[in-house]
């Protein structure tokens, strides 16, 4: 027989933010929001549980609780409307279009039944009765102490700092024109809010709301339970033989459960007392029935155990019951979405309950507002702290709003979520400062990560500094068309240290780099200099630029620096008197003569194109071939220096970075230890960020300086797969302060990546606070501008030759053809 809607549906108005039923039922209702999943240590699991058992003591007699999470498959849209931009990040909206997840909505339902209002059952369900009368008119006082105890749930499990709780007003429960309510959203399992498609719900053969075929899984019986509960389980996927790696207990119910589905969680707060003097009785019957049957004899036992809990330990009874209403629009995946529920209640330890009967009656109490018509013969006797082991702890990963950070994936769908690293943390006082540690054994994807992090910062405006040894970036520097220096044979390195840019000026900062530079060519690491030398460099400068400015003629470089010298300079020397033991000009011109025109090493300061290091965002120094050279390496490492404090202290209101990759290493053996000190200490004070790359830990140890300023002045710390080391992860742990959750999450890394997908794992930890692992997913075009792998490099190359030196159309017609060939 057929019904409508409107005659039957047991809400009556939504008033004064809060539904009211017809059997004169209040509810108020929270959007929660849940901590991401994978993010939470065992001791932090049990401080939530805590929160909510205080929580739900603070709920009056006749209150319900009603927890309903939402879990819909939905498919990633991607973001095309950009004009402006890039290449790459064109190709990453591509590949992660349509890519599946599951979003997860958390609604917190707090109901106050009227006293004396009849608890309903299977039999009196609201479903299947015509008239619906309140049985009292609620007095206002009733109503404001209601609220007022919502309102003190509300800061207990807020001030908890897990969870956080927006009430829901009248115009987010009520449908308008172009939005539907909570209500009616339920009423029709809509999984968009703009759907307004109205469909019949039918419980003649199962469970059938629109096009939807349900079914119904329960946890509404004692026997179904298992043995033992907790607030977090183990989680085998991740854990080592070292660490045991903990989710939440209902977890495998929630973000777990690739399906479409609805966790419904119940928790029905009557009179304790009567409760009890219930319970009491139960017992006195089993005891005189015990003589006829053993079963008897075990329930009494349960019962009288049950009692003595209760009063000892002062625990609150409470009636409790658990549902999955999981759903597919295709009959044929019913079978499979059985098994998935079967197996997470397994996992669990219970067993799987498929309701058929009583379905359209529980389906119906889930109705927001509506929880009190639910058929209490389908609940269970248990105490706050068990029952609350069964509510669901966790939602997905979330994006941050900021502008700034780096697209990665979510861990168990690959979802792309937009995470900051950088400014978020520092704004939220997580961390200090913006400087990060990379740390990632050979073939871990750490030169990967780098570039994907490079690249995203890059095209947000930040100058970067890269140095670097091996070439990892050469690719992605050709794509943004940046500087590259580098040293070989046909092509050696070349810089102009006397060059000042358009709109720069000679300042103290650059005179004393230029003198740093000279005195470092002129003088052996165990000589020193005296003040008169000093002072007598210092006059030269500032005559020589003198010159120019009159000379528009002469190029500032080293070449025309050294004429300068022999011609101009030493006659001024002469005609002041200046003794050769005060400034040995001779043995001066003489030392620095490879470095003139003709001379050994005359192409190193003589550069006549990329000189502006200032103005240009993507500088990379590629230091394979010189890190062992003893001219040239002490040269590139000051320029490199004073390329960085210049773009530091010049370049107000814009982010810098530094990264320094392997070379970081040789730098320290020439007396840059102070620097790199210095340059942690400093650079957050000037919206910058230095950044080291290294691929083991005993390297930093080698240099205590390096050690203490890296370590200690890195509050963003990023590491990647450590499975080869995780017997001996104990010294990094200890090495970079890492707690006991961090590494847990550090050795899941790649633990059980999806085989169907090329990607590896990266764990972050910002201030030792917040630490997540994500993906590291790129689209196939990213892959080749990042890649490292020779052969790939030499063929993508060959590529761009095709098109003239194009590296972006060569890219693209390698990526065409990989996957064609695929």
Request: with cysteine; glycine share 4%.
């Amino acid at each position: 027989m057929e019904k409508r809607m409107e005659d039957i549906l047991p809400i009556m108005a939504v008033e004064h933010d809060c539904i009211l039923s017809k059997q004169g039922d209040v509810t108020v209702v929270f959007k929660a929001e849940l901590p991401e999943i994978f993010t939470l240590s065992d001791q932090e699991y049990e401080a939530f549980h805590q929160s909510w058992i205080k929580a739900l003591k603070l709920l009056p007699k006749h209150c319900i609780f009603h927890k309903q999470d939402w879990f819909l498959e939905k498919k990633h849209v991607a973001d095309f409307s950009s004009d402006d931009s890039s290449f790459l990040t064109r190709s990453s909206e591509r590949f992660f279009n349509e890519r599946p997840f599951l979003d997860h909505t958390c609604y917190i339902m707090l109901t106050k039944k009227p006293a004396g209002r009849r608890n309903s059952s299977s039999l009196f369900s609201s479903l299947l009765r015509n008239t619906l009368v309140p049985q009292e008119t609620l007095n206002p006082q009733i109503l404001q102490d209601f609220i007022d105890s919502t309102g003190q749930f509300r800061r207990v499990m807020e001030d908890s700092g897990f969870i956080k709780l927006e009430r829901l007003k009248n115009n987010s429960l009520k449908s308008e024109s172009r939005k539907i309510g909570i209500i009616e959203r339920y009423s029709l399992l809509s999984e968009r809010e703009d759907s307004f498609v109205f469909n019949d719900i039918v419980f003649d053969e199962g469970l059938k709301v629109g096009d939807k075929y349900c079914q119904l899984f329960t946890l509404g019986d004692a026997a179904d339970l298992p043995g033992l509960c907790g607030s977090r389980i183990n989680f085998d996927r991740y854990s080592t033989d070292k660490t045991k790696f903990s989710i939440g207990f209902a977890s495998t119910l929630g973000q777990l459960l690739s399906c479409n589905h609805i966790y419904n969680q119940y928790l029905f707060i009557e009179d304790a007392q009567k409760t009890i003097q219930k319970l009491e009785s139960k017992r006195l019957r089993l005891q005189s029935l015990s003589a006829y049957s053993r079963e008897n004899v075990i329930a009494r036992d349960a019962t009288n155990d049950f009692l003595n809990e209760a009063i000892s330990q002062q625990r609150l009874p409470v009636k409790a019951h658990f549902n999955v209403l999981a759903w597919s629009a295709d009959k044929e995946e019913l079978k499979d979405i059985k098994n998935k529920v079967s197996s997470a209640l397994a996992q669990m330890d219970s067993a799987a309950k498929q309701e058929t009967v009583g379905a359209p009656q529980i389906y119906w109490a889930g109705m927001p507002g509506n929880a009190a018509d639910f058929p209490m013969n389908d609940t269970f006797d248990s105490f706050t702290e068990q029952a609350v082991c069964f509510l669901n702890m966790e939602t997905g990963y979330r994006s941050s709003l900021s502008p700034c950070g780096i697209r990665l994936g979510d861990r168990l769908t690959g979802k792309p979520v937009h995470v900051d690293i950088s400014d978020e943390p520092v704004k939220m006082g997580i961390c200090t400062n913006r400087n990060k540690f990379i740390l990632g054994p050979s073939g871990s994807g750490k030169s990967f990560f780098t570039n994907h992090m490079v690249r995203s910062y890059y095209e947000q405006g930040t100058h970067i500094v890269l140095v670097d040894v091996g070439h990892s970036y050469k690719g992605l520097c050709d794509m943004v068309g940046g500087y590259y220096f580098t040293y070989d044979e046909k092509n050696p390195i070349r810089f102009n240290p006397f060059y000042i840019s358009e709109g720069d000026n000679l300042d103290t900062e650059k005179k004393e780099s230029i003198k740093t530079l000279l005195l470092a060519l002129w003088k052996k690491d165990d000589e020193t200099f005296n003040r008169s030398e000093y002072v007598a460099l210092s006059n030269a400068l500032q005559l020589y630029y003198e010159k120019l400015e009159i000379n528009s003629d002469v190029f500032p470089c080293f070449n025309s620096f050294y004429e300068f010298l022999k011609d101009d300079f030493v006659p001024i020397l002469e005609s002041d008197k200046v003794k050769e033991k005060d400034f040995d000009v001779n043995n001066f011109l003489y030392v620095l003569r490879p470095y003139y025109k003709g001379g050994e090493f005359d192409y190193l300061l003589n550069a006549t194109e990329n000189l502006e290091l200032l103005k240009e965002r993507f500088i990379v120094f590629e230091l394979d071939n010189i890190k062992d050279h003893p001219i040239l390496f002490p040269v590139v490492t000051i320029i490199i220096m004073e390329v960085f404090i210049s773009k530091m202290r010049k370049l107000k209101g814009v982010r810098k970075m530094i990264l320094i990759e392997e070379a970081w290493k040789a730098i320290a053996k020439e007396g840059m230890a102070e620097y790199i000190k210095y340059l942690f200490k400093t650079v957050r004070k000037f919206f910058g960020e230095a950044i080291v790359v290294t691929q083991e830990v005993e390297d930093i140890i080698s240099s205590p300086v390096v050690k203490q300023a890296i370590i200690n002045n890195s509050d963003c710390k990023i590491l990647l797969d450590q499975s080869k080391y995780q017997n001996k992860f104990d010294q990094i742990q200890e090495l970079l302060g890492l707690t006991e959750k961090e590494k847990a999450l550090v050795l899941s890394v790649n633990k059980a990546n999806d085989p169907s997908k090329k990607y590896k794992e990266v764990f972050i930890s910002l201030g030792g606070m917040l630490s997540k692992v994500y993906r590291t997913e790129v689209s196939l075009e990213e892959y080749l501008a990042y890649t490292t792998e020779e052969s790939e490099k030499v063929k993508m190359n060959a590529y761009a030759k095709k098109f003239g030196g194009d590296i972006k159309k060569g890219i693209a017609a390698m990526a065409q053809e990989l996957r064609s060939g695929n």
